[in-house]
């Protein structure tokens, strides 16, 4: 009896390890990515520079709940949904 619990003991820890090390070294660093994501997407203003996740750079000209309006050109304005904002270029002033 102590055997067999000594036995899936022992090959219980190796798993619980390697879930440990996944744990710190994928979905740990990758939550605090999507964080800081959220937080740059609630941070958008007027005139910042932003690139968008299709590789269009544009200027917010709004700021909506959930979507964006860019200036691409002059007299060009698409409206973009937040997520596929994926970087602030340059903070406008």
């Known amino acids: 009896m102590q055997s067999q619990q000594s036995n899936i003991f022992v090959q ?10 996944f744990y710190f070294l994928v979905i740990m660093p990758e939550k605090k ?9 609630k941070s958008l203003r007027k005139n910042d520079e932003v690139i968008t996740s299709s590789g269009i750079h544009g200027i917010v ?19 973009f949904e937040k997520d596929a904002i994926t970087a602030v ?3 406008g002033e």
């Open 61 to 79: 000209v709004n700021v909506k709940d959930k979507t964006v309006v860019l200036r691409l050109d002059e007299n060009v304005r698409v409206e």
């Open 33 to 41: 990515k999507q964080k800081a994501h959220q937080e740059t997407l």
């Open 12 to 21: 219980l820890v190796p798993m619980v390890m390697i879930f440990g090390i």
């Open 89 to 91: 270029v340059k903070k």
